[in-house]
T-cell receptor, first 115, second 113 residues
Framework: AQSVTQPDIHITVSEGASLELRCNYSYGATPYLFWYVQSPGQGLQLLLK??????LVQGIKGFEAEFKRSQSSFNLRKPSVHWSDAAEYFC?????????????FGQGTTLQVKP | KAGVTQTPRYLIKTRGQQVTLSCSPISGHRSVSWYQQTPGQGLQFLFE???????NKGNFPGRFSGRQFSNSRSEMNVSTLELGDSALYLC????????????FGPGTRLTVT
């Protein structure tokens, strides 16, 4: 069965430090991959997506992610974290069917930013 | 362009009651998906509607149902509420192709007592 794993439930980084959030997926083919962010009491906001092509994708708010087929990973990175980045981050997979928008989400990683 | 709206934002119901949640997608979007978010189970797919037809369904009991209207607005209904149905219910809309970005609404917080 398709699945998404975010190994880190909680991460704390200092403001200005770099960030990497891990995501691994289990799927036979190349899926459509997404990263979303959720602030407390809010819905999910799309940060970036990968469908095909360049394996390094740029998103909003200075985030980027790299797709590595050999590792079945799609890790999210940011060079310098801001206090406003504190939120919960979700990696998601659409298995790639053209007739469904169903997303499978990881369990999420909560990011805390220290001043 | 207005985002995805969900009503109501908060709801408190008693066990055994039923509830209807509403979702208005972004203008022009034809697909609406529903997700349940709980601390224990995370984000789980409920169902997806496209052009008034259910296109996909998650692994939830039949107490959970939905529909989509001709204007793409969607409702989901939960009958015979259980305590475990307390959750944040999120609606997402997209143009309709599987790989399209999904835009989420703020959610409806349902509390069952």
């Amino acid at each position: 069965a398709q699945s998404v794993t975010q190994p880190d439930i909680h991460i704390t980084v200092s403001e200005g430090a770099s960030l990497e959030l891990r995501c691994n997926y289990s799927y036979g083919a190349t899926p459509y991959l997404f990263w979303y962010v959720q602030s407390p009491g809010q819905g999910l906001q799309l940060l970036l997506k990968y469908f095909s092509g360049d394996t390094l994708v740029q998103g909003i708010k200075g985030f980027e992610a790299e797709f590595k087929r050999s590792q079945s990973s799609f890790n999210l990175r940011k060079p310098s974290v801001h206090w406003s980045d504190a939120a919960e981050y979700f990696c998601a997979v659409n298995p790639g069917s053209s007739n469904t928008g169903k997303l499978i989400f990881g369990q999420g990683t909560t990011l805390q930013v220290k001043p | 362009k207005a985002g995805v709206t969900q009503t109501p934002r908060y709801l408190i119901k008693t066990r055994g009651q039923q509830v209807t949640l509403s979702c208005s997608p972004i203008s022009g979007h034809r697909s609406v998906s529903w997700y349940q978010q709980t601390p224990g189970q995370g984000l789980q797919f409920l169902f997806e509607y496209f052009s008034e037809t259910q296109r996909n369904k998650g692994n939830f009991p039949g107490r959970f149902s939905g529909r989509q209207f001709s204007n793409s607005r969607s409702e989901m209904n939960v009958s015979t509420l259980e305590l475990g149905d307390s959750a944040l219910y999120l609606c997402a809309s997209s143009l309709g192709q599987g790989h399209d970005e999904q835009y989420f609404g703020p959610g409806t917080r349902l509390t069952v007592t």
